[in-house]
Every structure is written in C-alpha cells, then in structure tokens.
T-cell receptor
Framework: DSGVTQTPKHLITATGQRVTLRCSPR?????VYWYQQSLDQGLQFLIQ???????AKGNILERFSAQQFPDLHSELNLSSLELGDSALYFC????????????????FGPGTRLTVL | DAKTTQPNSMESNEEEPVHLPCNHS???????IHWYRQLPSQGPEYVIH???SNVNNRMASLAIAEDRKSSTLILHRATLRDAAVYYC??????????????FGKGTHLIIQP
C-alpha cells in the first residue's frame, strides 16, 4: 500500500459525458501527478501540481483539466469523453517538486479504470 | 529528452539473480537513473535510483557504468512476486524539476518457478 488513494476504482460512462477522478496523496506529500495508461500509448504523464499550483504539463488534452485543493487532494476532470479515453488513470504523489530525487520519488495509487461506451 | 532502451522481455528462474539492462547513451550529466516496476493490475512502484555510484537498497541494486551510458538493475534472488514490467527512466536533470516520469515500454520480467 503506497498511501495514495484513488476513487472510484472503476467508472463506466458513455461518450460525451464528463467524469471526475479523485486522488488523495500520501500524508506530507505536496506534489500530485496524473498519468494515463492505455494499451496503445502505454503510461503517459498528464499533469503535475505542487502545493495547489500547476507545475508541469505533459500530454494532457484540452478536454481534460485538473486541480489541487488546499487540503492537497486532487481531481482530474475529463469531459466530452470519447471511446479512446478508456484507460487506467493513475495518480502519484511525492514530497518535493524537484532538485532532490530522494524527495521526488513518486508513489502511485491503485488507479481508476475508466470505460467509455 | 534522453531516451532509454530496454529489452522487451526477459525470463529467469525463481531464487536466481536477475540482471535487467538499460542503455541510455544520450544521458545528460545531471540526469538521474530511476527504476520503477509495475506488477500486474497495480500502479507503478519505485525500485531504486542513482546518479553515478552503484546503489543498494532492500529491493535491488543498481550498477551504473563508468561512462553512465548504461545501467543494470540487479534483483539478487528473484521471487514469483518480482514478475512485473520494469521501467528504466531518466530524470531530475538540468531543470531540476520533478517533472512527470517518461515511461517507455519497459522490460517484462517473467519468473519461472
């Protein structure tokens, strides 16, 4: 158990809909990362937040957005869903935001499996 | 971004050592070498990281070539629980930022009982 929690575990929805995935980081971690894992694209970094501020952006679509709240939990919002958005979505957390790999080790949650029908 | 090259898959026997290679010929002077693994149906899990010197922890050892163009993750005594996809990732480079990890395809390690 990494200490990172994600809800829900599974989500089934229809094309065109909007969903919100939730992540609670490990106690004491200030950075939260979101990743998408699909069969054809592998594990891809989407976005990072540190202490409430967006820190780095990866291959995140404009239909997707995220935020980190004052209690440090994060939400990933996916809208206008398409069949191709079906994937596992992982959240990870770390203590730091850079400069010290010992503090930047990322701890991953168990993921949310999204199925778009 | 500097890239890594790993074999697609490797097979080993239980209770034997496993050496997982990774080539990273374009590594920059400030890139750390990180290893993560992903067990079936789980999120990735940190294994080890290093910069220049060999590193040991309770999970594994990391041997880094003198020119840093390659490295080897060593599992000293593989168990069935070590069957996973192992990812070699470069990061923490000149930008110093804990940016998102760039996962390649990794090495699928199969452990035979």
């Amino acid at each position: 158990d990494s200490g990172v929690t994600q809800t829900p575990k599974h989500l089934i929805t229809a094309t065109g809909q909007r969903v919100t995935l939730r992540c609670s980081p490990r106690s004491g971690d200030l950075s939260v990362y979101w990743y998408q894992q699909s069969l054809d694209q592998g594990l891809q970094f989407l976005i990072q937040y540190y202490n409430g501020e967006e820190r780095a952006k990866g291959n995140i679509l404009e239909r997707f957005s995220a935020q980190q709240f004052p209690d440090l939990h994060s939400e990933l919002n996916l809208s206008s869903l398409e069949l191709g958005d079906s994937a596992l979505y992982f959240c990870a957390s770390s203590v730091g935001f850079g400069g010290n790999p010992a503090l930047d080790t990322q701890y991953f949650g168990p993921g949310t499996r999204l199925t778009v029908l | 971004d500097a890239k890594t090259t790993q074999p697609n898959s490797m097979e080993s026997n239980e209770e034997e050592p496993v050496h997982l290679p990774c080539n990273h010929s374009t590594i920059s002077g400030t890139d750390y070498i990180h290893w993560y693994r992903q067990l079936p149906s789980q999120g990735p899990e940190y294994v080890i990281h290093g910069l220049t010197s060999n590193v040991n922890n309770r999970m594994a050892s990391l041997a880094i070539a003198e020119d840093r163009k390659s490295s080897t993750l060593i599992l000293h005594r593989a168990t069935l629980r070590d069957a996973a996809v192992y990812y070699c990732i470069l990061g923490g480079g000149s930008g110093g930022g804990a940016d998102g990890l760039t996962f390649g395809k990794g090495t699928h390690l199969i452990i035979q009982p």
